[in-house]
């Protein structure tokens, strides 16, 4: 079965520091990935998606992903992160061409302290 | 807003019981689907519905069903339910084609006592 792994449960990082959260999917065909946040209380809500073309997508809120088809890679990065994006980090997967139901990791929370 | 709407926000309810949540897509989404949120077991996919048909279905249980309506509303109903099916079920829909990511509505919230 398909499966999405995110490397870390839990990260705590000091306001300006860079942020790395890795995503790594096992299905050898064609894919759409996704990057979801998920605020405290709120919804999900996306970030960012690849699906196509430049392998380094940029998203909302200065996060970046890049797409490493060789490493069935997806991972999430931010230069310099502050105490608002502290919440929960959801990679998805959606296999073949779309409107099919999306995989999901089960999530990094993400702490940043002053 | 993300333009998906799910009532009632929290639910509580005893063991044994039955249950409805209830679920309005975004304008001109013809997909909705059903996820369960859970402590230890993460976002789990549960059924999809697409144009009033089932078009995929995840780890639902056979006491757990759906359906989508000709208006595109959806209903999620949990029945026998066990403390176990206490978690955040969302809601979430989407368009067709390469890329069309999914929307997501703030979620039902229930706890079974």
């Known amino acids: 079965a398909q499966s999405v792994s995110q490397h870390n449960h839990h990260v705590i990082l000091s306001e300006a520091a860079s942020l790395e959260l890795g995503c790594n999917y096992s299905?050898?065909?064609?894919?759409?990935l996704f990057w979801y946040v998920q605020y405290p209380g709120q919804h999900l809500q996306l970030l960012l998606k690849y699906f196509s073309g430049d392998p380094l997508v940029k998203g909302i809120k200065g996060f970046e992903a890049e797409f490493i088809k060789s490493k069935f890679s997806f991972n999430l990065r931010k230069p310099s992160v502050q105490w608002s994006d502290t919440a929960e980090y959801f990679c998805?997967?959606?296999?073949?061409?779309?409107?099919?139901?999306?995989?999901f990791g089960k999530g990094t929370r993400l702490s940043v302290i002053a | 807003d993300s333009g998906v709407t799910q009532t009632p926000k929290h639910l509580i309810t005893a063991t044994g019981q039955r249950v409805t949540l209830r679920c309005s897509p975004r304008s001109g989404d013809l997909s909705v689907y059903w996820y369960q949120q859970s402590l230890d077991q993460g976002l789990q996919f549960l059924i999809q519905y697409y144009n009033g048909e089932e078009r995929a279905k995840g780890n639902i249980l056979e006491r757990f069903s759906a359906q989508q309506f000709p208006d595109l509303h959806s209903e999620l109903n949990l029945s026998s339910l066990e403390l176990g099916d206490s978690a955040l079920y969302f809601c979430?829909?989407?368009?067709?084609?390469?890329?069309?990511?999914?929307?997501f509505g703030q979620g039902t919230r229930l706890t079974v006592v």
């Open positions: 998805a997967v959606m296999l073949g061409g779309g409107n099919t139901p999306l995989v």
């Open positions: 299905y050898g065909g064609t894919v759409n």
């Open positions: 979430a829909s989407g368009g067709l084609g390469v890329g069309t990511e999914a929307f």
